[in-house]
T-cell receptor
Framework: GAVVSQHPSWVICKSGTSVKIECRSL??????MFWYRQFPKQSLMLMAT?????????EQGVEKDKFLINHASLTLSTLTVTSAHPEDSSFYIC?????????????FGPGTRLTVT | QQPVQSPQAVILREGEDAVINCSSS?????VHWYRQKHGEAPVFLMI?????EQKGHEKISASFNEKKQQSSLYLTASQLSYSGTYFC????????????FGTGTQLKVEL
């Protein structure tokens, strides 16, 4: 158990367009999902915390109007990168907390590599 | 502030042992360890909660010293499959389930 999927796994888009990334927990219900961004050879940087049915909590320095997060159900969260620019090119990874052990464990999706041209 | 991991990188021969350290400037409630292979998502290894416990998982174990705000990951009799980048993720009291990930340690195991 504890499988998280992301779609798409790889996307190239033109500057100025928007891209939506989906994160799904396949075999469990996740009340909380997290969105991270990872640049090459760097660590994971938390962008926002997404709770089902409520507004996402964004980390300092992350533009909420640019990175729209929707957590419509206990198994689906989406991240939309609006008006994407080349500097938004990165590896975007979501995670979901599993109900085991008081929701402490985070399981990661396979990631989405975004390239903005 | 991001937890600092040491060493930054290490190369081992198969069968050798390694220790990866994670040090935080904040009071920690939990430490999570992950391994990430190139181009893939991090894979959960183990979690340690406040209480200074040590956990083991076959040849990989970890300790958590909450007073020093440090955790160490111990890899014994390393295998080729252990290669990857190891990250610690730290949680603080009152921080919910949010984790702050460390700087990472690149580990390469060679024959």
């Amino acid at each position: 158990g504890a499988v998280v999927s992301q779609h798409p796994s790889w996307v190239i888009c033109k500057s100025g367009t928007s891209v939506k990334i989906e994160c799904r927990s396949l075999d469990f219900q996740a009340t909380t999902m997290f969105w991270y961004r990872q640049f090459p050879k760097q660590s994971l940087m938390l962008m926002a915390t997404s709770n089902e049915g409520s507004k996402a909590t964004y980390e300092q320095g992350v533009e909420k109007d640019k990175f729209l997060i929707n957590h419509a159900s206990l198994t689906l969260s989406t991240l939309t990168v609006t008006s994407a620019h080349p500097e938004d090119s990165s590896f975007y990874i979501c995670s979901a907390t599993h109900p085991r052990q008081g929701n402490y464990e985070q399981y990661f999706g396979p990631g989405t590599r975004l390239t903005v041209t | 502030q991001q937890p600092v991991q040491s060493p930054q990188a290490v190369i081992l021969r198969e069968g050798e042992d390694a220790v990866i350290n994670c040090s935080s400037s904040k009071a920690l409630y939990s430490v999570h360890w992950y391994r990430q292979k190139h181009g893939e998502a991090p894979v959960f290894l183990m979690i340690l909660l406040k209480g200074g416990e040590q956990k083991g998982h076959e040849k990989i174990s970890a300790s958590f010293n909450e007073k020093k705000q440090q955790s160490s990951l111990y890899l014994t009799a390393s295998q080729l499959s252990y290669s990857g980048t190891y990250f610690c993720g730290t949680g603080v009291t009152g921080g919910g389930n949010k984790l702050t990930f460390g700087t990472g340690t690149q580990l390469k195991v060679e024959l």
